[in-house]
T-cell receptor, first 114, second 114 residues
Framework: GENVEQHPSTLSVQEGDSAVIKCTYS??????FPWYKQELGKGSQLIID?????GEKKDQRIAVTLNKTAKHFSLHITETQPEDSAVYFC?????????????FGAGTRLAVHP | GAGVSQSPSNKVTEKGKDVELRCDPI?????LYWYRQRLGQGLEFLIY????????KSGLPSDRFSAERTGESVSTLTIQRTQQEDSAVYLC????????????FGPGTRLTVL
């Protein structure tokens, strides 16, 4: 089955710097790759997603890139702010009878220092 | 509109007791998912509902776990004879329809089995 590896497990940056989190997946048929931000007491919120027919997607300071050949995708946060501090999870969706069975990475704890 | 809600937010129980966790999906969402997140780990898929039926129960850890959904809305996850290893945050998500569609997560129920 699908397996998602996420790196790094922790990431510490200075405010204003960029942060990059990388994920690899094993099932080449996976076709949907969301990123979730998890904050204490706020649950998990979708911040950006990308589908397999697109190589890059951007939303303000957040971007995701997908390399289907290498089976990896990355989250890029530019001009980081303290409120970006959270745990970020990537996920992949292998074909599973047509529905979204999200397979998650282990998470990256991002700390943005003022 | 209202997001996915879960109750209770926290549950402490004694080993061997049964617990019921509740999820109220976003109104009109036909698909509902349960995930489990152990401390410091990513989310594990448990079960998926399409309407009131559960085509994929493959993630349920044991026969002590069961779930049902009524009226294409509320779902309950029941854990019988709880064990300490059941301690985790249980997350519910819903999506508008099947296929590669965005899942919206609730805040989770933190279960602690003493």
């Amino acid at each position: 089955g699908e397996n998602v590896e996420q790196h790094p497990s922790t990431l510490s940056v200075q405010e204003g710097d960029s942060a990059v989190i990388k994920c690899t997946y094993s099932d080449s048929a996976s076709n949907y790759f969301p990123w979730y931000k998890q904050e204490l007491g706020k649950g998990s919120q979708l911040i950006i997603d990308i589908r397999s027919n697109v190589g890059e997607k951007k939303d303000q300071r957040i971007a995701v890139t997908l390399n289907k050949t290498a089976k990896h995708f990355s989250l890029h946060i530019t001009e980081t702010q303290p409120e970006d501090s959270a745990v970020y999870f990537c996920a992949a969706t292998p074909p599973s009878g047509g529905y979204n069975k999200l397979i998650f990475g282990a998470g990256t704890r991002l700390a943005v220092h003022p | 509109g209202a997001g996915v809600s879960q109750s209770p937010s926290n549950k402490v129980t004694e080993k061997g007791k049964d617990v019921e966790l509740r999820c109220d999906p976003i109104s009109g969402h036909t698909a509902l998912y349960w995930y489990r997140q152990r401390l410091g780990q990513g989310l594990e898929f448990l079960i998926y509902f399409q309407g009131n039926s559960a085509p994929d129960k493959s993630g349920l850890p044991s026969d002590r776990f069961s779930a049902e959904r009524t009226g294409e809305s509320v779902s309950t996850l029941t854990i019988q004879r709880t064990q300490q290893e059941d301690s985790a945050v249980y997350l519910c998500a819903s999506s508008l329809m099947v296929g590669t569609d965005t899942q919206y997560f609730g805040p989770g129920t933190r279960l602690t089995v003493l």
